[in-house]
């Protein structure tokens, strides 16, 4: 891909947002000026390839893959790095000599995030810098600005439904993978305690709705979940014989009220960092106004698209661990009569939030998912 890249100042003067516009290669014959695919990132650190695998290949870079997809069809693809990251663990420089993953995770905090910047983080200037991204491109002069779609990932459609809702995002179409669709303190409560409360009763061999000691000591090394978060066996061990789903659900609601009382009562200009996992440093991710919201918004997701004038397409991996499907489609047809244009949706079966074939979180992006990802952008397009 030939690219025009940029750096822009956000709004507040903190820093400098600097991404890329990716050009199809030969340009197509008579297009004139180009649709775009703007890709929005959700959570994570973000830079503007999207490291969101772990297959050890280029395609972990899924932005980058995407707009490879994206401008092989003839449509030009605006990413960028979220503000405070420069580089992924796959483009960060050569961390020559490190023994340990805990020295790598050093080594990549060095390079590619900026704390400070990080610890200011909120979700007010989330959605401005994306606001500056799109009215970047929309004075390009070799884009099209009547022919804009979005492609937003997890936490990144909430932020693009809220841009659409309040007149600041304007798009031909909305292509939604892995959406938030319920309300983010509905989101986090999955989080913390839905998720957990049906992985861990799963280990339920015999039927009878009680998981034993011996089943957790089973269950856990070989779940993939909890291997992922970190999640130490001692955290699941039952009570006394046994869980239920009641009682585990009454203990993890206990857990979850006390983090929410906690960060409620935090100032919002301070940093916040995930609880570091397993040793491994837990670099600043937000500040704790990003964070509070995911414990006190109680307003679906959903309700800020319904007077959306163009096509919406939602993705859902049927195995995602993070947007559960039956969730988020069952309030999606629910409330499917309030919207100005009927939605579709995708269920892609064994895929997960990133649309990987076997796996509930992590990418690359499955190559037939991603095809038609871009379809639906072409459709939308047409």
Same mark, same amino acid.
């Given at each position: 891909?030939?690219?025009?890249?940029?750096?822009?100042?956000? /709004?507040?003067?903190?820093? !400098?947002?600097?991404?890329?516009?990716?050009? =199809?290669?030969?340009? =197509?014959?008579?297009a004139g000026r180009l649709p775009l695919l703007l890709i929005v990132p959700g959570g994570g650190f973000m830079d503007r390839d999207g490291q969101l695998g772990d297959s050890g290949s280029e395609r972990d870079l899924v932005f980058r893959d995407l707009a490879a997809a994206a401008t092989a069809a003839g449509i030009a693809a605006l990413r960028w790095d979220s503000r405070g990251i420069?580089?992924?663990?796959?483009?960060?420089?050569?961390?020559?000599?490190?023994?340990?993953?805990?020295?790598?995770?050093?080594?990549?905090?060095?390079?590619?995030?900026?704390?400070?910047?990080?610890?200011?983080?909120? &979700?007010?200037?989330?959605?401005?810098?994306?606001?500056? !991204?799109?009215?970047?491109?929309?004075?390009?002069?070799?884009?099209?600005?009547?022919?804009?779609?979005?492609?937003?990932?997890?936490?990144?459609?909430?932020?693009?439904? +809220?841009?659409?809702?309040?007149?600041?995002?304007? #798009?031909?179409?909305?292509?939604?993978?892995?959406?938030?669709?319920?309300?983010?303190?509905?989101?986090?409560?999955?989080?913390? !305690?839905?998720?957990?409360?049906?992985?861990?009763?799963?280990?339920?061999?015999?039927?009878?709705?009680?998981?034993?000691? #011996?089943? !957790?000591?089973?269950?856990?090394?070989?779940?993939?979940?909890?291997?992922? /978060?970190?999640?130490?066996?001692?955290?699941?061990?039952?009570?006394?014989?046994?869980?239920?789903?009641?009682? /585990?659900?009454?203990? /993890?609601?206990?857990?979850?009220?006390?983090?929410?009382?906690?960060?409620?009562?935090?100032?919002?200009?301070?940093?916040?960092?995930?609880?570091?996992?397993?040793?491994?440093?837990? &670099?600043?991710?937000?500040?704790?106004?990003?964070?509070?919201?995911?414990?006190?918004?109680?307003? &679906?997701?959903?309700?800020?698209?319904?007077?959306?004038?163009?096509?919406?397409?939602?993705?859902?991996?049927?195995?995602?661990?993070?947007? &559960?499907?039956?969730?988020?489609?069952?309030?999606? #047809?629910?409330?499917?009569?309030?919207? +100005?244009?009927?939605?579709?949706?995708?269920?892609?079966?064994?895929?997960?939030?990133?649309?990987?074939?076997?796996?509930?979180?992590?990418?690359?992006?499955?190559?037939?998912?991603?095809?038609?990802?871009?379809?639906?952008?072409?459709?939308?397009?047409?």
């Amino acid at each position: 891909m030939s690219a025009d890249r940029f750096s822009i100042p956000t /709004l507040d003067g903190r820093t !400098v947002l600097r991404g890329q516009v990716d050009w =199809p290669d030969p340009w =197509p014959r008579g297009a004139g000026r180009l649709p775009l695919l703007l890709i929005v990132p959700g959570g994570g650190f973000m830079d503007r390839d999207g490291q969101l695998g772990d297959s050890g290949s280029e395609r972990d870079l899924v932005f980058r893959d995407l707009a490879a997809a994206a401008t092989a069809a003839g449509i030009a693809a605006l990413r960028w790095d979220s503000r405070g990251i420069s580089c992924s663990g796959l483009t960060m420089p050569v961390c020559a000599g490190s023994a340990t993953a805990e020295e790598g995770m050093q080594h990549f905090i060095d390079h590619c995030i900026d704390e400070p910047i990080r610890g200011g983080v909120t &979700p007010e200037n989330l959605l401005s810098d994306i606001e500056q !991204v799109a009215g970047h491109a929309a004075h390009h002069p070799q884009i099209d600005p009547d022919r804009v779609v979005v492609w937003a990932h997890s936490e990144g459609t909430m932020n693009a439904a +809220r841009l659409v809702q309040a007149g600041r995002l304007v #798009a031909r179409g909305l292509v939604l993978v892995a959406p938030v669709i319920e309300s983010p303190r509905a989101s986090q409560w999955w989080l913390d !305690v839905g998720r957990v409360v049906a992985a861990v009763m799963a280990w339920d061999a015999d039927g009878d709705g009680r998981v034993s000691d #011996a089943d !957790v000591r089973a269950g856990h090394p070989a779940d993939v979940l909890f291997q992922m /978060l970190g999640t130490p066996l001692e955290e699941l061990l039952p009570d006394g014989d046994h869980w239920t789903a009641e009682t /585990l659900r009454a203990r /993890l609601d206990r857990r979850h009220a006390d983090l929410a009382s906690a960060t409620l009562a935090a100032d919002d200009a301070a940093p916040f960092a995930f609880p570091a996992v397993a040793g491994m440093p837990s &670099p600043v991710y937000a500040s704790f106004r990003w964070r509070k919201q995911w414990f006190r918004d109680d307003l &679906p997701v959903i309700d800020l698209l319904t007077d959306f004038p163009g096509r919406i397409g939602f993705h859902f991996g049927a195995i995602d661990c993070q947007n &559960p499907v039956a969730r988020q489609v069952h309030l999606l #047809a629910e409330k499917m009569p309030a919207f +100005r244009r009927a939605p579709t949706w995708v269920v892609h079966p064994d895929r997960g939030h990133t649309l990987r074939a076997h796996h509930p979180l992590l990418g690359p992006l499955d190559r037939e998912a991603r095809d038609r990802l871009v379809q639906d952008v072409l459709a939308m397009l047409a």
